[in-house]
């Protein structure tokens, strides 16, 4: 039995940090949940980390359902949250209705995440009303990358910490179950998450969140020329699976692999 959206609520409620973590296919995934990560984010952001794109941008609701649909095939307990991709859910009402669908039945996750606050509310309004749970993304949304400018901060003055909390309250009203906030000043995101009633999840957002939400490659160090504020670096994999590599090509051009053991 899976996690539902009503343990994360609990766990807010008693004060409990609630992790969260990006996988973006079955090997991943099923490291993730099996270190306990109770609720796991299939990304856009594969774009950037799996497909090579620039950005999140060009990520089709097709490479959406192949990736959710490898990560729920490698869990049964963490609850899957899918992303509905740029200009998927835009258009209409309708068209965002059918793609968190799509998500859901042909994807196979239990939520789905949106980028967006006042502007869609109705939106996410009439997702969570046929039944479909609606996770908020507000901040940094890094689908309009273009629009805001690159990849900055949010909420440093005054007016963006006012249009940033009346987002937040707007997708809230909209029936959302938790809200991402990504870069976030901490004390924005702090204030965004007391007054809130729902989960914050941060990222890059501090300390004052009800949870935190970290890519995979990031906290592994996978992309070793890659590292972002925000993550802590548990492990430096990448530099490990290249000197795994280049062992396996010295021993190959050496003759030392195979040996009698490895033959048939």
């Not at 973006?24 to 774009?47: N, Q």
């Not at 690159?150 to 029936?175: M, W």
């Amino acid at each position: 039995m899976r996690h539902s959206i009503r343990r994360f609520q609990k766990m807010r409620d008693d004060g409990n940090p609630i992790p969260m973590m990006t996988a973006y296919d079955y090997t991943s995934a099923y490291a993730v949940e099996k270190a306990g990560v109770p609720i796991i984010l299939v990304g856009d952001s594969l774009g950037q980390v799996i497909l090579g794109h620039d950005s999140t941008v060009p990520v089709t609701m097709d490479d959406m359902i192949r990736h959710i649909q490898m990560v729920v095939r490698s869990t049964e307990k963490s609850h899957i949250v899918g992303d509905l991709p740029f200009m998927s859910y835009q258009v209409s009402e309708e068209q965002a209705i059918c793609n968190a669908g799509r998500l859901l039945k042909e994807g196979g996750c239990q939520s789905v995440k949106l980028e967006g606050g006042r502007s869609i509310a109705k939106t996410v309004k009439k997702i969570v009303q046929v039944g479909i749970p609606v996770m908020g993304h507000l901040g940094l949304t890094p689908q309009s990358v273009n629009q805001m400018g690159g990849y900055r901060v949010q909420g440093r003055s005054p007016e963006e910490s006012q249009i940033l909390l009346e987002d937040a309250l707007a997708i809230q009203e909209s029936g959302a179950y938790a809200i991402v906030l990504e870069l976030v000043s901490s004390e924005v995101a702090e204030m965004v998450t007391e007054k809130l009633s729902i989960p914050i999840i941060g990222i890059g957002s501090g300390a004052g969140c009800s949870g935190q939400v970290q890519v995979f490659h990031d906290i592994l160090g996978l992309i070793p020329d890659f590292s972002p504020k925000h993550a802590r670096r548990y492990a430096e994999m990448g530099v490990m699976i290249q000197n795994a590599v280049e062992s396996y090509v010295s021993d190959v051009m050496d003759k030392k692999f195979p040996s009698d053991e490895e033959s048939f």
